[in-house]
């Protein structure tokens, strides 16, 4: 097989362009919601929504690098409904707090 020849479509026309290492997430273009959590959760349990879920359609995220988007698209493919929505949860700690933390930091790793 040759060498490839490929040319990469960046969002800016700036060629000094690249994607930045931290991507500061508008949590005013997510959407977050709370549920009741499954597992241990002593007495809290069933009574307090401590699951974080948060979803936005990929393509649509313009906070986002169009590059980042597409490789999202083509990497988590599994965690993207039929409408184009990236859904991640969280229901690792006994708090809300803490599950809205991890789950922004696994938006954050991810991106």
Same mark, same amino acid.
């Given at each position: @097989?040759?060498?490839q020849n490929f040319r990469r479509n960046f969002s800016?026309?700036?060629?000094d362009w690249v994607v930045p290492n931290k991507v500061t997430i508008p949590e005013d273009k997510i959407e977050m919601t709370f549920a009741r959590s499954s597992g241990a959760g002593g #007495?809290?349990?069933?009574?307090?929504?401590? #699951?974080?879920?948060? @979803?936005?359609?990929?393509?649509?995220?313009?906070?986002?690098?169009?590059?980042?988007r597409q490789r999202i698209k083509d990497n988590e493919g599994n965690r993207?409904?039929?409408?184009g929505f990236l859904i991640i949860n969280s229901q690792e700690y006994r708090t809300q707090a803490q599950n809205r933390k991890d789950v922004l930091d696994k938006l954050q790793e991810l991106i």
């Open positions: @097989r040759g060498v800016t026309k700036n060629d #007495q809290n349990v069933n009574k307090v929504n401590t #699951q974080v879920i948060i @979803r936005f359609h990929v393509m649509d995220a313009n906070w986002l690098p169009k590059e980042v993207i409904n039929k409408e």
